[in-house]
């Protein structure tokens, strides 16, 4: 497998730093004081911008903010229009990491991979435009719509051992398969990065995976992922990496890996990651890159790769990999596991039809060469049998590289002749891209080998209930059409009445021939010089794209503010009650489109919220509407009247305020209307330092029950926040707020605490993270 028809690839951008990297280790070791280290740990300690100034206090994992240097950054189209806006509005001639963007999110299913492309392109050419002419004018390399899914593109391509990479997906573990720290951000975080500002990580906490025995049958390393994240559950990774140890992880291939650490993102982990293995050079090998291969070797041999003896883990989870069963996860869920050999009853249990309606292989999960290959042996099994799927059977291939590959090796052919539809290289059914015409509005099951499945996300159906399997049992299950199907012990009568039982699928990790590039068409110039005189594609009267205007600071010349460096009063606009995710805050599905233009996916904010003055969703009291106005209105309206008044406002929050995920959108939008300060009983943390990012104050009640005391209308002023951004109070206490009640009651004081550091700080001051890093560029 060391031969590879592809060229040899320049290798230069794409090597970590080793020499560097592993001189920072050894400062951070004098630093905190010399003790084994877990893998996860080498690689991102080996990343810490001087340690020696911002490591005073030593790394306690859970508690101590790391600042970071990333070496490169990776965006889908969906997320790189915010994050490339935001770029441009940094005031950068160049990246300062090398950085590429990937056209897969925007391309839907229908017909087929040539006219979907064709499709798709036209319907999103003016967000393609923009991404391209950002990318040239910046020289970030640009892989058109056609080029494949960012995970896949990631891995063949830049992923190396002992890297640090951001990418705008929360996938972007994926790249993990390469013994690397590879983290999905949100944009904000992206350009953190692209500008060489450090960006900031609290410390995770590691979970050590001890893997021993080998996967034998039917299990594959998609069964080992859906087995843990039913131990683990969608929460049970948060705050934490992943790390993989023990004899089971080398005799796995790297794309094996890959699919493992995808699905971290499923129980909320960080990243994922494993020691250097002989699989993950033989990959390297194969995919162009022979001279990372051999530095990362000698990296290996100074021990960087792997943990040290004795690290330490947080928690660990023993997983024996001989008696791991094929296992299937969901509905709605992808921690809800359970072992093919249960899932007949399962699902007579619950009452659900024994129908499988389609079965969807690829993704940026699970369409590597070994998957492919896997899914060919079973293809062919069933044609000889004169076997057909009895359902749709689609199929994603993650990358043109892919794509290719396969069909050169005849194995697109043995998929087709037995039914398959090979769509785009892109996400398409796994974003929802899917024009599925049956169904609609029907219960149904399917089958995919994708790694989510929350309700709608496939086809857009709440009532689809989509099961997560591997490759194979997805491919298996498709030539009986059966939930109940177990193809490790049932059979499937066969047209001439004979009985048929499969064979345990075998696949081969690596091609014989070597990757073939296909297409190069839709293929980047490698590390592009920028191009600083391209001007950026937006039209003046695009509904889809809007270059941001920088937010104005809340304090000093031209801000209005009488109160200092104090927040200038601020009105409530409203109590939200409960549970409020960032879907809640700025919603998805057909508000997508609007991802690079803020005026107008405002329009969506807190529209599904709760008012706990009414008990009403997507309801807000305007106490100052004029006689033209209404009282009450929807929360966005009432919001457009504030910033139309140039009023400042403040939002009174519930329990674990935003959590749900990295969306950046669910703090630009307040921060777009005037919001300037949010108080809650409690944030989801990523979320709360997106709001500081976009210079909202973020504060906690000290006392819960203080919550019910403000209403909408009432006023709000801060107290001694001056004091804390002088630096002459630097206490979590430092602040407290007045509330003047709208009703003419008597002011008081309510007891609040803050979490923002010395640098959150200074981008409160400057109105927002974004602004500050301007005017550091700008000196
Ligand atoms: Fe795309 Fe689905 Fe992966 S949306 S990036 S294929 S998780």
Not at 153 to 170: C, H
Not at 204 to 231: C, E, F, M, S
Not at 711 to 717: F, P, R, T, Y
Not at 768 to 778: F, V
């Amino acid at each position: 497998t060391e031969a590879s028809s592809l060229p040899q690839k320049d290798c230069s951008s794409i090597t970590p730093p080793y020499p560097k990297l592993l001189k920072n280790l050894a400062t951070v070791r004098r630093v905190i004081g010399d003790r084994p280290l877990t893998l996860a740990e080498k690689i991102l300690y080996s990343h810490i911008h001087e340690p020696e100034r911002t490591l005073a206090n030593g790394i306690k994992r859970g508690e101590t903010y790391l600042q970071l240097k990333p070496e490169r950054v990776a965006m889908q189209d969906a997320s790189a229009q915010m994050a490339l806006l935001q770029f441009m509005s940094a005031g950068m001639s160049r990246c300062a990491v090398p950085a590429s963007i990937h056209c897969d999110h925007l391309i839907q299913a229908a017909e087929g991979a040539e006219k979907d492309l064709e499709r798709s392109i036209v319907t999103n050419q003016e967000v393609f435009d923009f991404l391209e002419s950002a990318a040239r004018k910046y020289g970030i390399e640009f892989w058109k719509p056609g080029s494949g899914i960012i995970h896949q593109i990631v891995l063949e391509n830049y992923a190396a051992p002992g890297m640090l990479m951001l990418g705008t997906d929360s996938h972007t573990p994926n790249a993990g398969g390469l013994g690397m720290l590879a983290i999905g951000v949100g944009g904000a975080d992206a350009v953190d990065a692209l500008t060489g500002t450090p960006w900031e990580l609290k410390a995770p906490r590691i979970i050590g995976v001890h893997l021993t025995g080998q996967l034998n049958g039917w299990a594959t390393p998609k069964d080992l992922i859906l087995h843990l994240a039913g131990k683990l559950t969608v929460r049970g990774g948060t705050g934490s990496i992943l790390e993989y140890f023990g004899p089971g992880v080398f005799n796995q291939s790297c794309t094996g890996l890959a699919t493992v650490a995808n699905m971290g993102a499923e129980v909320g982990a960080t990243t994922s990651t494993f020691p250097y293995t002989p699989g993950m050079r033989a990959y390297l090998q194969a995919t162009g890159r022979a001279p990372v291969a051999a530095a990362a070797d000698k990296a290996a041999r100074s021990g960087f790769l792997s943990p040290d003896e004795h690290a330490e883990y947080d928690e660990i989870i023993q997983i024996n990999l001989s008696e791991l069963e094929p296992t299937i996860n969901g509905p709605f869920t992808p921690d809800l596991a359970t072992p093919l050999s249960k899932f007949g009853s399962f699902v007579k249990e619950n009452g659900w039809k024994d129908e499988l309606s389609a079965a969807l292989i690829g993704s940026c999960t699970n369409s590597s060469y070994e998957d492919m290959t896997s899914v060919a042996d079973l293809a062919r099994q069933a044609k000889q049998a004169g076997l057909k799927t009895k359902v749709p059977f689609l199929c994603t291939p993650g990358s043109e590289q892919i794509r290719a590959t396969i069909e050169r090796d005849q194995i697109t052919k043995e998929l087709e002749d037995i039914g398959a539809t090979v769509l785009a290289n892109a996400c398409g059914p796994c974003i929802g891209q899917w024009k599925r015409e049956d169904k609609k509005g029907e219960e149904n099951a399917i089958l995919t080998s994708f790694n989510r499945n929350f309700k709608s996300r496939n086809d857009g159906n709440r009532l689809t209930m989509n099961f997560l399997a591997s490759p194979t049992v997805v491919t298996a299950m498709a030539f009986s059409g059966k939930l109940s199907f177990n193809p490790m012990t049932d059979s499937i009568t066969t047209p001439s009445g004979e009985s048929f039982r499969f064979t345990p699928p075998r696949g081969k990790d690596l091609p014989e021939a070597g990757f073939t590039a296909g297409e190069t068409r839709y293929y980047p110039t490698p590390t592009p010089e920028p191009q600083p005189e391209t001007e950026v594609v937006i039209r003046p009267d695009s509904q889809r794209l809007e270059r941001l205007e920088p937010f104005p600071s809340h304090f000093g010349e031209g801000s209005g503010n009488p109160r200092g460096l104090e927040l200038p009063p601020l009105k409530v606009l409203m109590r939200v009650r409960g549970k409020c995710t960032t879907d809640h805050i700025s919603a998805a599905g057909p508000w997508l489109k609007y991802k690079g233009h803020l005026t107008n996916i405002s329009e969506n904010l807190l529209i599904t919220a709760v008012n706990d003055e009414g008990g009403d969703v997507n309801v807000a009291f305007d106490h100052d509407h004029s006689p033209s106005e209404s009282e009450t209105d929807t929360i966005p309206a009432v919001a457009k009247r504030f910033k139309a008044r140039n009023q400042p406002w403040a939002l009174i929050v519930d329990e674990n305020y935003g959590e749900g995920s990295a969306r950046e959108h669910a703090a630009l939008q307040p921060r777009f209307y005037g919001c300037a300060m949010i108080v809650a009983r409690s944030f989801a943390r990523i979320h709360e330092t997106n709001l500081k990012k976009q210079g909202v104050l973020p504060l906690w009640f000290v006392d819960k029950a203080d919550y019910g005391r403000i209403g909408s209308g009432d006023v709000v002023e801060t107290l001694g926040l001056a004091d804390l951004l002088e630096g002459r109070n630097t206490s979590d206490r430092a602040i407290r707020l007045r509330v003047t009640p709208r009703n003419g009651g008597e002011a008081f004081e309510v007891p609040v605490r803050h979490t923002m550091s010395a640098d959150q700080l200074k981008w409160l001051r400057a109105g927002s993270a974004l602004n500050y890093i301007r005017a550091q560029i700008a000196a």
